[in-house]
């Protein structure tokens, strides 16, 4: 079973940065696709990057250039660095590690999420 505690949310003007970071407790990290997610009141949740456990990374066309995942497997950590905010990336954003077996089984855990709000 994973454990994953987000951080580094917070409020900032558009144009700012944060850095997000996701932190995992558990066995065999490095065999988990990691995911950010983001999600506003009543709407749907969104994916926002993946990486896997060689770092081959993926990015929503709406984050694509302005955010960057990464992970260090040593403190089973991943972390998603927003840059260039803009308000309409206001959201609740959430960690993901998913492992999928060769039978089909799919393991999948979550955060809590943390807040990010970008507003003048």
């Known amino acids: 079973q994973v454990q994953l505690v987000e951080s580094g949310g917070g409020s900032v003007p558009p144009g700012g940065s944060l850095r997000l970071s996701c932190a995992g407790s558990?066995?065999?990290?490095?065999?988990?696709?990691m995911g950010w997610f983001r999600q506003l009141p009543g709407k749907e949740r969104e994916l926002v990057a993946t990486i896997d456990g060689g770092r081959n990374t993926d990015y929503s066309d709406a984050v694509k250039g302005r955010f960057t995942i990464s992970r260090d497997n040593a403190i089973n950590t991943v972390y998603l660095q927003l840059n260039c905010l803009k308000p309409e990336d206001t959201a609740s954003y959430s960690c993901?590690?998913?492992?999928?077996?060769?039978?089909?089984?799919?393991?999948?855990?979550w955060g809590r999420g943390t807040q990010v709000t970008v507003s003048s």
């Open positions: 558990g066995k065999d990290f490095t065999v988990y696709t």
């Open positions: 993901d590690a998913r492992r999928r077996f060769i039978n089909g089984r799919v393991d999948d855990y």
